[in-house]
């Protein structure tokens, strides 16, 4: 028997941002969701209904008296996995949030008991009003998943913080609610997170360097859904593949592990949580050159290392020594593969030892695992022996078994 496929109402806003639906519902129906696009009146000003039913290949309408003998307005809501409303404009927020159920959309929206996802897009002075506040804080507090929106350039020549999140990003936070719609509770409200994402990169001359493969994939995953769930998020990247800035996240770009080394230590001085999901080099060349490094006729000369600092030791070891951090949570990552003495994890629970952080997650690394997929898998090994697996899941999962952990253990005190 074929399985069902996930059923997606997809609604549509009346704002400029509603082209970028389009982008969403192509990612969710290629990748093998059953989506009914829901717009507005207005939206339809801004993208023909012929676009919308092409892509999904379902019939488009507004109002509730469209197929009334198919009872459209309860049905919709009543069958669907879940709605992700794109843009969720300043007006779509304020008639969810007190009710109103005069479309097709927000009857849907009153009659939906799946999650219900909407990606805001509206001006920065829209965004900010008391009235617009109070419409999020509300829905939030009723289980609806509103995050914030990017911030950048908006119509016309203005920017700001309004901007509608990356599709990328929107699709990535749909898969995971329809994989497990708990996955976004907001219990990290008011903690302050650091999460260190992507690779370091350690200058040979000025043409080549020393780096590793990592993609940033899974420290993004981190903070997107971190800053999902509530947090303040800061996000030091270093070298990754090109991936959507996470929406209401602060990014501060590096390159180097002395850069990404000073970056993060200034930003976990008043953190609550620290996650070391960059792969940071372990070495770097002792000297760089000034100029290109030329071939000749004879062998290169042996390139001399030193060993770069410990980052994660040393936030371990900047918390013992401040009471005021002492609350802190400290994650690392560990890449392992395993080698004739021990396996993968044998080496993580040296690691760990080590390390002195209160998490380690572990991703056995290779040829297709982790670095660079769109999937991954692991351990979560904790300081106090607790041990257990991470199935095979998006980044995005293993992001929300991280955030889980991390949650049950905040506010223990160290003595």
């Not at 350039?153 to 497990?180: Q, V």
């Amino acid at each position: 028997m074929t399985a069902r496929r996930p059923r997606v109402v997809l609604g549509v806003g009346g704002g400029i941002a509603a082209y970028k639906a389009c982008e969403v519902l192509r990612g969710l129906t290629e990748t093998g969701h059953d989506v009914r696009v829901v717009p507005t009146e207005a939206a339809l000003r801004f993208v023909g209904a012929a676009t919308f039913e092409a892509l999904s290949g379902q019939k488009v309408a507004t109002g509730v008296f469209a197929d009334v003998p198919e009872v459209p307005h309860v049905r919709l809501g009543q069958e669907a996995d879940l709605v992700v409303v794109v843009p969720a404009t300043a007006d779509l927020l304020a008639k969810a949030a007190t009710g109103l159920a005069d479309d097709l959309l927000t009857s849907t929206l009153l009659t939906a008991r799946c999650p219900v996802l909407m990606a805001p897009a509206m001006h920065t002075e829209m965004w900010e009003h008391p009235a617009t506040r109070a419409n999020v804080t509300t829905l939030r507090e009723r289980g609806v998943i509103v995050p914030d929106p990017a911030a950048g350039r908006l119509t016309g020549a203005d920017t700001g913080k309004g901007r509608l999140a990356d599709p990328a990003e929107i699709i990535d936070l749909a898969r995971l609610l329809l994989s497990r719609p708990d996955a976004l509770p907001r219990d990290l409200v008011g903690r302050r997170v650091v999460v260190s994402a992507g690779g370091t990169r350690e200058p040979l001359d000025p043409v080549r360097f020393l780096g590793n493969r990592s993609s940033g994939k899974q420290g993004y995953a981190l903070a997107r859904t971190a800053a999902a769930r509530g947090a303040d998020v800061t996000l030091v990247s270093a070298h990754t593949l090109p991936l959507p800035e996470p929406a209401g996240v602060d990014l501060v770009r590096v390159g180097t592990a002395e850069e990404l080394r000073a970056a993060v230590h200034a930003a976990a001085a008043d953190a609550d949580i620290v996650v070391m999901a960059a792969a940071v080099a372990d070495f770097r060349p002792a000297e760089r050159a000034e100029y290109k490094i030329k071939k000749t006729g004879r062998d290169p000369d042996p390139v001399a290392l030193v060993r770069n600092p410990d980052v994660l030791a040393e936030l371990v070891e900047a918390r013992s020594g401040d009471p005021e951090r002492k609350a802190q949570v400290i994650v690392g990552f560990a890449a392992e593969t395993g080698d004739s003495g021990a396996d993968v994890l044998d080496h993580a629970r040296d690691k760990l030892a080590r390390k002195g952080c209160d998490l380690l997650v572990v991703n056995a690394v290779g040829e297709g695992k982790a670095f660079g997929t769109e999937d991954n898998s692991g351990w979560l090994l904790a300081a106090d022996g607790a041990e257990r697996p991470i199935a095979l899941g998006s980044k995005a999962q293993m992001a929300t078994e991280v955030w889980d952990a991390v949650a049950n253990m905040l506010g223990s005190v160290r003595e």
